[in-house]
C-alpha cells in the first residue's frame, strides 16, 4: 500500500479497523505519520523532542508479536511536554527543567504503552502550561497561533501527524487550541483522569485532555485510561434533545464570525428539531471567569514555588500571576470555590431539561501572529466549575480558517455527551 498523506488523516479506530481487515499494515501507517512531519514539522513546529523514524520501527519490530496483538497496534502517540516519559526528556517548556529526565511514565501514558500506543515523542507547550508560547504554528494558517496551552499536540492532530495525543487544561489549553486548530479536543469531568506525572498548574482546575480526529477515537482513548472495556467498533451517535444556548456575549468579547457561527448552529441543531433555551445568565458566567482566575492565581502560586525562586527565567505573565497569588488572601480564593461549586447547582437548574450547554469554544478565529496563544475566557467558567468538554470542529470563516463550538456536559456525564458531539459533529462538517 502506498503510504500518502491520505493514510493518516483516517481517525485512530479507522486505522485500527483498517489493520484488522488487512486493508493496510501498521508500518504503512507509521512511515505516513513520518512522511507527513517530514513534509510539515520544519513548518508547522509541533515537537519538542521525537523519535526518529528508524527509531520508531526499531522499537515497534522489536516487539512486533505484542504490538500486534495489542488494542493500538503500535501506532503513534503524542504526548504533551508536561507530562512525565520515561524514555524522554520533560522540560515543561521552561530552560529552568532543560535537561530534566523523569524516572517513569506518567500514569496516562503507561496506561496507552500497555494498551500498544508508542510515544513518538513530546509535543511543544507553552512555558507551564500556562502563556508564554513556544515555537509552534497553526497548521490551518502558518501566521496564526495554534494557541496554548496544548500547542503542539493540537496542531500534531490537526495536521495528520499522528492520530492521538495527549494535552492538559488548566484554563483553555485543550479547547482552545483545538478551537483555533481545528481539531476535536476533550476535557473530561474533574478528576476524571489520573494525572500522576504531570506537572501540576492548579490542582483546584487542573485536567487530562485528548486529541483526535475522531470522537469514536475519543471514546476509545477514555476507555482505555479508565481502565474499562475498550473497543474499536463504530460508536453510537445520538443528537441531544434540549441544548442551552451560551452566546459568547455572555462570557466575554467574541468576534462577529463566531457570532455568525454559533447562529448557524443553532438552525442548524432546530432543523433537526433539537429544542433551543437561551441561557439568561445576566453577569453570573463573567463572575466564573473572575473566580477561575482567582483560583488558579491562588494555587499558581503555591505549585510553582522552587520555580519562583528564578524569576528571571520566568515570563512576564507568568512571574505576574504569581505575584497575584502572593497578594491575595485566602477568604478570596475560598469565596471563589464556593462560587464556582453554587454556579454548578444553578446553571443546571435554569433548565433542568437541557442535554448539554453549546457555546463558542473561543473568541474567534485564531489571532495572527506567534507572540501570544490567544483570550482563554470562553473556557474560563466550565474549567472552574469542572465540567466536561468537547471542542466539535467543522465550522469555518469565509476564508477557512476554523471556527470553533463546543459542547458543555454534566459532570460525569462524560459518555453521553460525547454520544451528543457525535451526533452534532457532522451538522458541522
Same mark, same amino acid.
Given at each position: ?26 508500518? /504503512? ?91 513518538? #515523542? ?10 508564554? *508560547? ?18 503542539g499536540s493540537a496542531a500534531a492532530i490537526a495536521d495528520d501527524m499522528v492520530p492521538m495525543a495527549l494535552g492538559s487544561q488548566t484554563a483553555a489549553s485543550v479547547i482552545r487550541p483545538a478551537a483555533y486548530c481545528g481539531a476535536i479536543g476533550y476535557v473530561g469531568s474533574r478528576g476524571e483522569f489520573s494525572l500522576r506525572g504531570g506537572q501540576p498548574l492548579a490542582q483546584s482546575l487542573d485536567s487530562l485532555g485528548l486529541f483526535a480526529r475522531q470522537i469514536e477515537d475519543v471514546q476509545l482513548l477514555r476507555a482505555i485510561l479508565l481502565r474499562q472495556p475498550a473497543s474499536i467498533a463504530p460508536a453510537s451517535a445520538q443528537l441531544p434533545s434540549c441544548v442551552l444556548l451560551c452566546r459568547g456575549e455572555s462570557v466575554g468579547e467574541v468576534s462577529p ?59 512576564? *505573565? ?12 485566602? /477568604? ?23 442535554? /448539554? ?11 495572527? #501572529?506567534?507572540?501570544?496563544? #490567544? ?10 466549575? #469542572? ?43
Amino acid at each position: 500500500m502506498n503510504t500518502n498523506i491520505d493514510v493518516n488523516q483516517m481517525g485512530l479506530c479507522q486505522m485500527l479497523r483498517a489493520i484488522d481487515e488487512g486493508v493496510c499494515t501498521t508500518e /504503512a501507517l507509521i512511515n505516513a505519520c513520518f512522511d507527513r512531519i517530514d513534509a510539515r514539522e520544519l513548518e508547522v513546529g509541533a515537537w519538542q523532542v521525537q523519535r526518529s523514524r528508524e527509531e520508531y520501527l526499531a522499537a515497534y519490530r522489536a516487539q512486533q508479536d505484542f504490538y500486534d496483538a495489542s488494542l493500538l497496534k503500535g501506532l503513534p502517540l503524542g504526548v504533551k511536554d508536561i507530562i512525565d516519559t520515561e524514555e524522554m526528556l520533560t522540560e515543561m517548556g521552561s530552560p529552568i527543567h532543560a535537561g530534566r529526565q523523569p524516572i517513569e511514565d506518567a500514569s496516562c501514558v503507561a496506561l496507552l504503552r500497555a494498551a500498544g500506543g508508542i510515544v513518538l #515523542g513530546k509535543t511543544v507547550t507553552t512555558e507551564f502550561a500556562y502563556f508564554k *508560547p513556544g515555537k509552534t504554528k497553526n497548521p490551518a494558517d502558518l501566521s496564526r497561533t495554534p494557541g496554548g496551552s496544548s500547542s503542539g499536540s493540537a496542531a500534531a492532530i490537526a495536521d495528520d501527524m499522528v492520530p492521538m495525543a495527549l494535552g492538559s487544561q488548566t484554563a483553555a489549553s485543550v479547547i482552545r487550541p483545538a478551537a483555533y486548530c481545528g481539531a476535536i479536543g476533550y476535557v473530561g469531568s474533574r478528576g476524571e483522569f489520573s494525572l500522576r506525572g504531570g506537572q501540576p498548574l492548579a490542582q483546584s482546575l487542573d485536567s487530562l485532555g485528548l486529541f483526535a480526529r475522531q470522537i469514536e477515537d475519543v471514546q476509545l482513548l477514555r476507555a482505555i485510561l479508565l481502565r474499562q472495556p475498550a473497543s474499536i467498533a463504530p460508536a453510537s451517535a445520538q443528537l441531544p434533545s434540549c441544548v442551552l444556548l451560551c452566546r459568547g456575549e455572555s462570557v466575554g468579547e467574541v468576534s462577529p464570525e463566531m457570532q455568525v457561527a454559533t447562529e448557524k448552529a443553532v438552525v442548524l441543531l432546530q432543523a433537526q428539531g433539537v429544542k433551543v433555551i437561551e441561557l439568561d445568565a445576566g453577569e453570573r458566567i463573567k463572575e466564573m471567569v473572575t473566580h477561575h482566575i482567582n483560583i488558579m492565581a491562588w494555587e499558581v502560586c503555591r505549585n510553582l514555588v522552587m520555580e519562583s525562586f528564578h524569576k528571571e527565567q520566568l515570563s512576564g *505573565p507568568l512571574a505576574a500571576l504569581i505575584e497575584q497569588g502572593l497578594s491575595m488572601d485566602r /477568604a478570596t480564593y475560598v469565596a471563589s470555590l464556593a462560587a464556582v461549586e453554587s454556579g454548578r447547582e444553578w446553571l443546571w437548574s435554569f433548565a433542568p431539561e437541557a442535554d /448539554a450547554i453549546l457555546t463558542p469554544a473561543a473568541p474567534g478565529i485564531a489571532p495572527l #501572529g506567534h507572540e501570544a496563544t #490567544g483570550a482563554p475566557h470562553m473556557s474560563r467558567p466550565w474549567q472552574a466549575m #469542572g465540567l466536561p468538554v468537547i471542542n466539535v470542529p467543522g465550522m469555518v470563516d469565509d476564508n477557512g480558517v476554523p471556527l470553533g463550538l463546543q459542547l458543555v456536559g454534566k459532570a460525569r456525564q462524560d459518555d453521553t455527551l460525547l454520544t451528543y458531539a457525535s451526533g452534532l459533529m457532522p451538522l458541522f462538517v
